[in-house]
């Protein structure tokens, strides 16, 4: 599918053949988003792992020191005092078997689904509707546990949850084109340090491979890893 005219000007202002700095990229992006709302900015990086080796596959969480720029809906599947922890938390949605009925039905107007260990016995009647939009709760993502208040929070507050692909790419938000480059920076750091610190002992050679910012609907500005690599000693 042909790009439209706004997209191949914003195109024009990418060198393709470049990697570009860190800081160079954040300052590049803003001016290559085209769109009239307050596009999201994106991270996409193919790391040097096998994805076919479940023991490659890299997952984890991250909280962004300046946030995603977006309203995350939480719902939280509690009972009791930790239900009350959970609204006062600021959660959308509380509930037990009332709430697995519901999302049962068809309801899915939430982002982040969040459960104490107790109830998953409940939830996972969910599991062939939740899994496969990544919404079930799960303890490698901290989104199974007893401190609810505290999951809430995170979630609310940035917290970015990355994994790999079928290709060993993840892709993850660090912002919206409102940002400045300074929190672009920071958000991006903390991303990349999580991503390295979560690497497999069994991926050898070069973890960055090929690493890329773009911004929704605009053009990707290719970034030099060995330059990304080192915001994780940086950090």
Not at 57 to 74: D, E, I, N, Q, S
């Amino acid at each position: 599918m042909p790009h439209g005219k706004k997209y191949i000007e914003a195109a024009k202002l990418v060198e393709p053949d470049r990697r570009y700095l860190i800081e160079e990229a954040c300052e590049l992006l803003p001016r290559v988003s085209f769109t009239k709302f307050d596009a999201t900015m994106e991270l996409h990086l193919r790391l040097g792992i096998d994805p076919r080796h479940a023991d490659q596959l890299v997952r984890g969480t991250v909280v962004l020191p300046h946030g995603t720029g977006r309203t995350t809906r939480v719902i939280v599947f509690a009972q009791g005092e930790k239900a009350q922890d959970a609204l006062r938390a600021g959660a959308d949605e509380v509930g037990g078997d009332d709430l697995v009925k519901k999302i049962d039905d068809g309801w899915f107007e939430f982002d982040v689904a969040i459960a104490t260990p107790d109830m998953m016995g409940t939830v996972g009647r969910l599991g062939k509707k939740l899994g496969p939009r990544g919404l079930m709760p799960n303890p490698k993502s901290g989104t199974v546990t007893f401190d609810v208040a505290r999951a809430v929070r995170e979630v609310k507050g940035g917290k970015v949850e990355f994994r790999t692909d079928k290709f060993g790419i993840v892709h993850a938000p660090i912002g919206k084109v409102s940002f400045d480059e300074k929190q672009l920076h920071q958000n991006l750091t903390a991303l990349v340090d999580a991503l390295i610190r979560n690497k497999p002992t069994t991926s050898k050679g070069q973890y960055l491979r090929t690493f890329f910012l773009t911004a929704t609907q605009g053009p990707s500005v290719p970034v030099d890893v060995k330059e990304a690599a080192k915001l994780h000693t940086s950090s």
